[in-house]
């Protein structure tokens, strides 16, 4: 698993690139073998929203899915990427919380070093 806390203009244009090319090759407008050369991975990136709050998008591309969900708080970023939880619409709450990655931490994967 590679997430990637997008911090340079250049990691954005990545998953953007990602996520245009997802609608090209999902209209079969691209080949598979040109959309596979894309990476597989998933990035966490700030947005803001008109009020000025901000929230947190997750891209995942891990299986060539590109999947694009967005948070309230960057727990609920992480314990998505992560795989500790999905998104059904019902239970998102239950995990988008901040202090939430405390509360659930214990499932997350462990990384080696």
Not at 34 to 52: A, C, F, S, T
């Amino acid at each position: 698993m590679q997430v990637t806390f997008v911090n340079h203009e250049w990691e954005r244009q990545e998953y953007r690139k990602v996520v245009e090319a997802y609608g090209v090759f999902s209209c079969g407008k691209m080949s598979k073998y040109e959309y596979d050369k894309l990476p597989r991975k998933e990035w966490i990136d700030i947005v803001g929203k008109d009020n000025g709050s901000r929230r947190f998008l997750v891209v995942d591309n891990r299986t060539g899915d590109c999947w694009v969900e967005e948070f309230d708080t960057l727990d609920g970023a992480v314990l998505y990427a992560t795989d500790v939880y999905s998104t059904p619409p019902k239970i998102k709450e239950n995990f988008d919380f901040e202090g939430a990655v405390g509360v659930y931490g214990s499932l997350m994967p462990r990384i080696s070093q």
